[in-house]
């Protein structure tokens, strides 16, 4: 009835970005109170029902007690969920979400969604991203990039294929060409929709090498259940490599030498 | 039923004198009895559809995709028989994204506002709150069953997307622009039919607070009224304050569809391989403000009553006071008036201004609070009880711990760091499904068993809603708990085939286990659904007060003539007035003289 590759697991996947850290700490601080609370909560739910069972001839109490001592947990909740938004919950937010590493310091990476694929658009080593325009999109050009722009003549575009240099910011900025995706990867702990004339950003800085499925987040038509891509961690070394191939292939030189050689590019 | 005279503040506008037709008797009435019992008939109809939908969809997710050594020619027989019944749409027994999004899209609006809402607000609401404030009907009798007839033709409009061209709609029940926007035909019905169903929900929140505020009898302070009718009077005023704005914002999506406007369709936008033909400039974000400024309170709608019922049956079986009356009552209000401002907890990764989430995260966190005070009072109401645990306490009590797993688990999604990782997931389908499902439909169907004999005269059989108790709490968490464990690895919603996503695969096992929960589920409304049915005839004949309980529902006939009351009750003291010292009874009527 299962199929082979089909689990029952439990818990998070395996963390990635430099933040997943602080996420799954308070994943699982959070998962201890709520469990700690049911438990407790439960026990004394049952002793009730057990100990207040109707007997015969024995009435229920008709004075009760305790009504200032009820407000006592509602207390301690709210002391615990105002400590958590001081203490936690303004800092990672501010961080992961305004607290973006400086350009300069970061792999830049646009990405353009559409039904049903991720466009990715890479500065190339000139650190230049070229100019896109609705008019020049087609099958073959998804994202409408302008081969008049020279700036754009090294720009890298692949297609739901994202490959970033470990322990580096990558920046994503991002928006869609038609109905509002959400580019999501689990061992980031992050996701940020991507909404059609809007630009919205998501920065990681992955911790160790691998591969790591992008999936879509948010509703977009038929294919959003196909609707997959790859996120390759490289170490330096490796995606510099990738992209000398990547611009070879597409300037068409033989000899990726002649092309500038640190994948960062200059600003 | 008889008509009565001897009543004043008897409802203009219908007849006195006279036998009535059938029609006018049991079908184009306007006696808030029998209006509530069509509502309640027509949501469990309506419910049983959504659920049907759903099953559907938990088979494919089961084995969503055909296995290697698959063979097209040997279909098995569940297979076989989908794919002969629904053709194309699940070819070889195996779902069309399409048509998974339809059903999707279909089920979530049809259990929210053709189910669970009509059953709890307006099925129980209009049959009980009358009788407990001691009115003779609602204030707007006819409004009252025009309310009904909308709702209805707004249900079958809903459900007549299925023969537009590409079928239901498809875009989720929070149909999104621009996606809902472009999508197909069916799209514009369900725009037309929310408007229908809006309005029918409008029509009866002006008449649940006009009712409660002017109608009831002499001595029914509001301070005396009971815990069900201030949680329908809060969830009157939630309605009808946040229901115009989802009204309005589906209006504006129409007019985007088949008038070429642009609220929600930003500038150059495309569609396939072309630019949308719109001027462009709005937003799509817009149409998130205004759904979820409804959608939020909306979900208060779907708990309220439910928590109404839970209090009436709890202190009626436990032979005692409720706890903390006026707390409960405080702390829904609370929740009512928190409940405008924390709707953009829905929409932290929106793209919304970022700096906006911390405004949002404090106000949800803080609705908690009430929520917690209103369970700890229910908790503490048991206390020092003299429990009787018949059908409808059961369901009441079980309440108590999935309300409280349903709202624990919202406070991971409220805190925004811990929602970058969970929003969009299986986690939140498991948190608010946990709220709705064995949370306030099962309150609902414990409030059938326990109102039932008011309406109809006779006793539900107790054995048989036992087992269809343990056949429906038990079933409904083998469904929904496996999602926290889905939604906490990463599975994303709204996936017709998850399996095509590696990620997914580790918790895809956990999708076996829920279809044969689901599968027992349904078996397990087998006996409600025929307990409803033996006991309108078989059932243990009742009098006015089978449950020995002490509000003014239970101090008329069962069931009540038109007009209600033989005479205009006077209440002298409170509700819950159980096991008072020195009374020969465990119970004090709200209405029985000193």
């Given amino acids: ?267 | 039923m008889k008509d009565s005279h001897a009543h004043p503040g008897h409802g203009a506008g219908h007849d006195h004198g006279g036998p009535q037709s059938f029609w006018r008797k049991y079908v184009f009435s306007v006696d808030h009895k029998v209006i509530g019992i069509q509502y309640m008939i027509t949501s469990f109809l309506f419910l049983l559809i959504g659920f049907g939908m759903i099953s559907l969809m938990r088979y494919q997710l089961a084995w969503p995709s055909p296995p290697d050594d698959f063979d097209p020619e040997k279909l098995g027989m569940i297979r076989g028989t989908l794919a002969w019944l629904l053709g194309d749409r699940m070819e070889y027994g195996f779902m069309k994204p399409d048509f998974y999004n339809q059903l999707g899209a279909m089920h979530g609006t049809i259990m929210i506002f053709l189910g669970v809402v009509p059953l709890g607000v307006a099925a129980f609401g209009n049959f009980v709150v009358p009788l407990q404030i001691g009115a003779p009907d609602m204030a707007f009798p006819r409004l009252n069953m025009m309310s009904y007839w909308i709702y209805l033709v707004g249900g079958i409009v809903m459900l007549s997307s299925y023969f537009a061209p590409d079928g239901f709609p498809q875009s989720g029940w929070t149909s999104y622009a621009p996606l809902s926007v472009v999508a197909p035909p069916g799209q514009t019905i369900w725009c037309i039919a929310m408007i229908i169903i809006i309005t029918s929900s409008l029509f009866g929140a002006i008449n649940f607070i006009v009712t409660m505020l002017n109608m009831r009898c002499q001595g029914m302070s509001l301070g005396r009224m009971p815990v069900f009718c201030w949680a329908q009077l809060v969830t009157a005023v939630l309605l009808l304050v946040a229901f115009p704005v989802l009204e309005g914002g589906a209006l504006l999506q129409l007019l985007d569809r088949v008038a070429g406007t642009s609220f929600y369709i930003p500038k150059d936008m495309m569609y396939g391989s072309t630019v949308f033909p719109a001027a462009g400039g709005g937003s799509p974000i817009l149409w998130q403000h205004l759904f979820w400024f409804l959608a939020h309170p909306e979900v208060y709608v779907l708990l309220l009553p439910a928590m109404g019922v839970v209090s009436e049956i709890i202190a009626t079986n436990t032979r005692k006071p409720l706890f903390g009356y006026k707390e409960i009552v405080g702390s829904m209000i609370l929740i009512g008036v928190l409940s405008f401002v924390v709707w953009a907890h829905h929409m932290f990764l929106s793209g919304m201004r970022t700096s906006l989430a911390n405004l949002f995260v404090t106000t949800t966190l803080t609705i908690s609070v009430p929520s917690v005070a209103i369970l700890t009072c229910l908790l503490l109401s048991l206390r020092g009880g003299a429990i009787r645990f018949n059908t409808p306490m059961l369901f009441a009590l079980s309440f108590l711990p999935m309300f409280g797993i349903g709202g624990l688990t919202g406070l991971p999604l409220g805190f925004a760091p811990t929602d970058l990782h969970l929003h969009d997931t299986y986690y939140v389908i498991g948190h608010f499904h946990y709220v709705v499902a064995p949370g306030s439909l099962a309150a609902l169907m414990g409030a059938t068993y326990y109102w039932y004999p008011k309406m109809f005269g006779r006793r539900m059989n107790d054995t048989l809603g036992k087992i269809h108790f343990w056949m429906t709490i038990v079933p409904m968490n083998f469904i929904f708990f496996p999602m926290l464990f889905q939604g906490m690895h990463g599975m994303q919603r709204r996936l017709a085939d998850p399996t095509l996503q590696w990620h997914n695969l580790p918790v895809q096992g956990w999708s076996v286990i829920m279809l044969f929960a689901v599968v027992t589920l349904a078996i397990g409304q087998i006996p409600f659904l025929f307990n409803f049915f033996w006991s309108l005839r078989n059932g243990e004949v009742v009098e006015e007060n089978p449950w020995n309980s002490t509000t003014l529902e239970w101090a008329c006939p069962s069931p009540p003539p038109h007009g209600n009351f033989l005479k205009e009750p006077v209440v002298f003291r409170g509700p819950y007035e159980y096991s008072v010292p020195g009374h020969k009874t465990d119970y004090l009527p709200q209405d029985e003289a000193a």
């Avoid at chain 1, 996947?13 to 601080?29: C, K, Q, R």
């Avoid at chain 1, 646009?110 to 099958?139: C, E, H, M, T």
């Avoid at chain 1, 004339?197 to 294919?223: D, S, V, Y």
Wanted: aromatic share 10%; proline share 6%; glycine share 8%.
């Fill in chain 1, 1 to 267: 009835m299962i199929r082979e590759n089909w689990g029952f697991d439990l818990w998070l996947p395996e963390p990635v970005s430099s933040y997943a850290g602080e996420i799954d700490w308070l994943m699982n601080l959070l998962h201890v109170v709520m469990v700690g609370i049911f438990v407790v909560w439960s026990i004394y739910f049952v002793y009730c029902l057990v100990a207040y069972r109707a007997r015969d001839g024995q009435r229920g109490v008709y004075h009760q007690s305790g009504e200032k001592a009820s407000f006592i947990p509602d207390g301690l909740i709210l002391a615990f969920e105002m400590w958590l938004i001081l203490a936690f919950g303004i800092p990672i937010w501010a961080a992961v979400k305004q607290g973006t590493p400086p350009p300069e310091d970061s792999l830049q990476v646009n990405l353009v969604a559409q039904q049903f694929a991720w466009n990715f658009q890479y500065p190339g080593p000139d650190g230049k991203f070229g100019r896109r325009d609705i008019s020049l999109v087609s099958a073959s050009n998804p994202i409408g990039l302008d081969d008049k722009d020279p700036d754009g003549k090294d720009d890298i575009v692949t297609i739901n294929n994202l490959n970033v240099p470990v322990g580096k910011p990558t920046i994503l900025n991002m928006t869609s060409k038609d109905v509002i995706h959400d580019f999501q990867v689990v061992n980031l702990r992050n996701k940020q929709d991507v909404v059609p004339g809007m630009h919205t950003r998501l920065w990681f800085t992955p911790e160790k090498t691998g591969k790591f499925e992008i999936g879509c987040a948010q509703l977009c038509g038929l294919g959003h259940t196909q609707m997959v891509g790859n996120v390759f961690v490289q170490t330096a070394e490796e995606f510099a490599d990738w992209q000398k191939a990547q611009v070879a292939e597409k300037t068409g030189t033989a000899d990726a030498r002649d092309v500038a050689p640190t994948a960062e590019g200059r600003s």
